[in-house]
Antibody
Framework: EVQLLESAGGLVQPGGSLRLSCAASGFSFSDYAMSWVRQAPGKGLEWVSAISASGGSIYYADSVKGRFTISRDNSKNTLYLQMNSLRAEDTAVYYC????????????WGQGTLVTFSS | EIVMTQSPATLSVSPGERATLSCRASQSVGSKLAWYQQKPGQAPRLLFYGASTRATGIPARFSGRGSATEFTLTISSLQSEDFAVYYCQQYSAWPYTFGQGSKLEI
Protein backbone atom coordinates (compact mmCIF):
# COMPACT_ATOMS: atom_id res chain seq x y z
CA GLU A 1 0.00 0.00 0.00
CA VAL A 2 1.35 3.41 -1.00
CA GLN A 3 1.79 5.71 2.00
CA LEU A 4 2.99 9.28 2.05
CA LEU A 5 3.45 10.80 5.48
CA GLU A 6 4.25 14.49 5.75
CA SER A 7 6.03 15.93 8.74
CA ALA A 8 4.21 18.31 11.02
CA GLY A 9 3.87 21.82 9.67
CA GLY A 10 3.86 24.63 12.10
CA LEU A 11 3.41 28.20 13.09
CA VAL A 12 5.93 30.49 11.46
CA GLN A 13 6.62 34.19 11.35
CA PRO A 14 6.80 36.13 8.09
CA GLY A 15 10.32 35.90 6.75
CA GLY A 16 10.92 32.66 8.60
CA SER A 17 11.90 29.24 7.33
CA LEU A 18 10.50 25.75 7.59
CA ARG A 19 11.42 22.40 6.13
CA LEU A 20 8.74 19.86 5.33
CA SER A 21 9.50 16.22 4.77
CA CYS A 22 7.47 13.37 3.33
CA ALA A 23 8.27 9.77 4.15
CA ALA A 24 7.24 7.38 1.40
CA SER A 25 6.56 3.66 1.62
CA GLY A 26 4.79 0.94 -0.30
CA PHE A 27 6.47 1.63 -3.65
CA SER A 28 9.90 1.96 -5.19
CA PHE A 29 10.47 5.61 -4.30
CA SER A 30 13.49 6.11 -6.54
CA ASP A 31 11.48 5.17 -9.64
CA TYR A 32 8.84 7.89 -9.37
CA ALA A 33 8.55 11.65 -9.64
CA MET A 34 7.24 13.50 -6.62
CA SER A 35 5.59 16.84 -6.00
CA TRP A 36 4.32 19.30 -3.43
CA VAL A 37 0.86 20.80 -3.89
CA ARG A 38 -0.71 23.33 -1.54
CA GLN A 39 -4.19 24.48 -0.70
CA ALA A 40 -4.85 27.75 1.07
CA PRO A 41 -7.75 27.65 3.56
CA GLY A 42 -11.02 27.39 1.66
CA LYS A 43 -9.27 27.71 -1.70
CA GLY A 44 -8.26 25.52 -4.62
CA LEU A 45 -5.12 23.54 -5.39
CA GLU A 46 -1.77 24.99 -6.45
CA TRP A 47 1.10 22.83 -7.70
CA VAL A 48 4.12 24.22 -5.86
CA SER A 49 7.06 22.13 -7.03
CA ALA A 50 7.97 18.86 -8.70
CA ILE A 51 11.09 16.71 -8.91
CA SER A 52 11.89 13.84 -11.22
CA ALA A 53 12.73 10.37 -9.98
CA SER A 54 16.47 10.96 -10.15
CA GLY A 55 16.25 14.53 -8.94
CA GLY A 56 17.72 15.77 -12.19
CA SER A 57 14.66 17.76 -13.23
CA ILE A 58 13.04 20.25 -10.89
CA TYR A 59 10.17 22.67 -11.41
CA TYR A 60 8.71 25.49 -9.31
CA ALA A 61 5.63 27.66 -9.44
CA ASP A 62 6.51 31.30 -10.01
CA SER A 63 4.96 32.13 -6.64
CA VAL A 64 7.70 30.21 -4.78
CA LYS A 65 10.65 30.31 -7.16
CA GLY A 66 13.78 31.52 -5.41
CA ARG A 67 12.28 30.92 -1.96
CA PHE A 68 11.44 27.21 -1.90
CA THR A 69 13.73 24.27 -2.67
CA ILE A 70 12.52 20.75 -3.40
CA SER A 71 14.85 17.81 -2.91
CA ARG A 72 14.76 14.10 -2.34
CA ASP A 73 16.88 11.43 -0.70
CA ASN A 74 16.23 8.19 -2.51
CA SER A 75 18.27 6.24 0.04
CA LYS A 76 15.84 7.37 2.75
CA ASN A 77 12.65 7.30 0.64
CA THR A 78 12.04 10.89 1.65
CA LEU A 79 10.96 14.05 -0.15
CA TYR A 80 11.71 17.53 1.21
CA LEU A 81 10.53 21.08 0.76
CA GLN A 82 12.73 23.81 2.21
CA MET A 83 10.68 26.97 2.53
CA ASN A 84 12.50 30.27 3.14
CA SER A 85 11.38 33.89 3.25
CA LEU A 86 7.89 32.74 4.11
CA ARG A 87 4.99 35.08 3.49
CA ALA A 88 1.49 35.19 4.90
CA GLU A 89 0.18 34.04 1.52
CA ASP A 90 2.13 30.79 1.92
CA THR A 91 -0.38 29.74 4.58
CA ALA A 92 -1.82 26.47 3.32
CA VAL A 93 -2.11 22.76 3.71
CA TYR A 94 0.88 21.27 1.93
CA TYR A 95 0.42 17.89 0.28
CA CYS A 96 3.14 15.52 -0.79
CA UNK A 97 2.09 13.60 -3.89
CA UNK A 98 3.42 10.90 -6.16
CA UNK A 99 3.44 10.89 -9.94
CA UNK A 100 4.21 8.10 -12.34
CA UNK A 101 7.59 7.75 -13.93
CA UNK A 102 7.24 11.24 -15.36
CA UNK A 103 5.92 14.41 -13.75
CA UNK A 104 2.36 14.33 -15.03
CA UNK A 105 -0.70 13.73 -12.86
CA UNK A 106 -0.70 12.78 -9.17
CA UNK A 107 -1.86 9.28 -8.36
CA UNK A 108 -1.29 9.20 -4.60
CA TRP A 109 -1.42 11.98 -2.03
CA GLY A 110 -0.38 12.35 1.58
CA GLN A 111 -2.82 13.58 4.19
CA GLY A 112 -1.35 17.08 4.15
CA THR A 113 0.30 19.29 6.74
CA LEU A 114 -0.73 22.80 7.72
CA VAL A 115 1.64 25.74 7.63
CA THR A 116 0.26 28.86 9.30
CA PHE A 117 1.58 32.23 10.34
CA SER A 118 1.76 34.01 13.62
CA SER A 119 1.50 37.76 13.62
CA GLU B 1 0.42 29.70 -18.10
CA ILE B 2 -2.55 27.58 -19.14
CA VAL B 3 -5.68 28.68 -17.30
CA MET B 4 -8.22 26.00 -16.44
CA THR B 5 -11.81 27.16 -15.95
CA GLN B 6 -14.41 24.88 -14.40
CA SER B 7 -18.17 25.22 -14.51
CA PRO B 8 -20.45 25.37 -12.74
CA ALA B 9 -18.89 26.51 -9.48
CA THR B 10 -21.60 24.63 -7.61
CA LEU B 11 -24.07 22.05 -8.86
CA SER B 12 -27.00 21.00 -6.72
CA VAL B 13 -28.34 17.56 -7.57
CA SER B 14 -30.17 14.71 -5.91
CA PRO B 15 -28.89 11.18 -5.30
CA GLY B 16 -29.58 8.99 -8.29
CA GLU B 17 -29.44 11.88 -10.73
CA ARG B 18 -26.82 12.47 -13.41
CA ALA B 19 -24.24 15.22 -13.01
CA THR B 20 -21.93 16.72 -15.62
CA LEU B 21 -19.06 19.02 -14.77
CA SER B 22 -17.08 20.99 -17.34
CA CYS B 23 -13.48 22.07 -17.61
CA ARG B 24 -12.08 24.40 -20.25
CA ALA B 25 -8.41 25.08 -21.01
CA SER B 26 -7.16 28.43 -22.26
CA GLN B 27 -5.16 26.59 -24.93
CA SER B 28 -5.05 23.04 -26.19
CA VAL B 29 -3.73 20.47 -23.71
CA GLY B 30 -4.44 17.53 -25.99
CA SER B 31 -5.57 14.71 -23.72
CA LYS B 32 -3.23 15.67 -20.89
CA LEU B 33 -6.02 16.28 -18.42
CA ALA B 34 -6.65 14.75 -15.02
CA TRP B 35 -9.65 14.90 -12.70
CA TYR B 36 -9.55 14.70 -8.90
CA GLN B 37 -12.19 14.38 -6.20
CA GLN B 38 -11.75 16.02 -2.82
CA LYS B 39 -13.97 15.51 0.21
CA PRO B 40 -13.88 17.84 3.24
CA GLY B 41 -10.79 17.34 5.36
CA GLN B 42 -9.28 14.84 2.93
CA ALA B 43 -6.57 14.89 0.32
CA PRO B 44 -7.60 14.87 -3.34
CA ARG B 45 -8.04 11.50 -5.05
CA LEU B 46 -7.19 10.85 -8.67
CA LEU B 47 -10.23 9.93 -10.77
CA PHE B 48 -9.02 10.17 -14.36
CA TYR B 49 -5.90 10.80 -16.37
CA GLY B 50 -5.48 11.10 -20.11
CA ALA B 51 -8.91 12.78 -20.01
CA SER B 52 -10.81 9.48 -20.02
CA THR B 53 -8.77 6.72 -18.34
CA ARG B 54 -10.16 5.79 -14.93
CA ALA B 55 -7.69 5.52 -12.11
CA THR B 56 -7.51 2.37 -10.04
CA GLY B 57 -10.70 1.66 -8.10
CA ILE B 58 -12.85 4.37 -9.65
CA PRO B 59 -16.41 3.14 -10.24
CA ALA B 60 -17.80 2.86 -13.76
CA ARG B 61 -20.50 5.45 -13.01
CA PHE B 62 -17.75 8.03 -13.46
CA SER B 63 -16.75 8.90 -17.01
CA GLY B 64 -14.41 11.45 -18.50
CA ARG B 65 -14.42 12.85 -22.01
CA GLY B 66 -12.92 15.55 -24.14
CA SER B 67 -9.75 16.76 -25.78
CA ALA B 68 -7.92 19.94 -26.68
CA THR B 69 -9.72 22.64 -24.69
CA GLU B 70 -13.08 21.13 -23.67
CA PHE B 71 -13.51 18.36 -21.11
CA THR B 72 -16.34 16.87 -19.09
CA LEU B 73 -16.69 14.67 -16.05
CA THR B 74 -19.99 12.82 -15.79
CA ILE B 75 -21.37 10.84 -12.88
CA SER B 76 -24.24 8.76 -14.20
CA SER B 77 -26.16 8.07 -10.98
CA LEU B 78 -25.01 10.03 -7.97
CA GLN B 79 -24.32 8.21 -4.76
CA SER B 80 -24.08 9.92 -1.38
CA GLU B 81 -20.31 9.48 -1.35
CA ASP B 82 -19.94 11.41 -4.63
CA PHE B 83 -20.82 14.77 -3.10
CA ALA B 84 -17.49 16.53 -3.06
CA VAL B 85 -15.38 19.11 -4.87
CA TYR B 86 -13.94 18.11 -8.25
CA TYR B 87 -10.82 19.60 -9.82
CA CYS B 88 -9.41 19.29 -13.31
CA GLN B 89 -5.65 19.64 -13.91
CA GLN B 90 -3.61 19.98 -17.09
CA TYR B 91 -0.20 18.42 -17.46
CA SER B 92 0.54 19.59 -20.97
CA ALA B 93 2.89 22.42 -19.99
CA TRP B 94 4.57 23.60 -16.80
CA PRO B 95 3.35 25.17 -14.64
CA TYR B 96 0.77 22.46 -14.33
CA THR B 97 -2.47 24.11 -13.32
CA PHE B 98 -5.73 23.18 -11.66
CA GLY B 99 -9.19 24.52 -12.24
CA GLN B 100 -10.81 26.39 -9.38
CA GLY B 101 -13.03 23.43 -8.56
CA SER B 102 -16.69 22.50 -8.91
CA LYS B 103 -18.65 21.63 -5.82
CA LEU B 104 -21.27 18.92 -6.14
CA GLU B 105 -23.86 19.32 -3.40
CA ILE B 106 -27.10 17.69 -2.45
Amino acid sequence: EVQLLESAGGLVQPGGSLRLSCAASGFSFSDYAMSWVRQAPGKGLEWVSAISASGGSIYYADSVKGRFTISRDNSKNTLYLQMNSLRAEDTAVYYCAKSGTWILYLDYWGQGTLVTFSS
Amino acid sequence: EIVMTQSPATLSVSPGERATLSCRASQSVGSKLAWYQQKPGQAPRLLFYGASTRATGIPARFSGRGSATEFTLTISSLQSEDFAVYYCQQYSAWPYTFGQGSKLEI
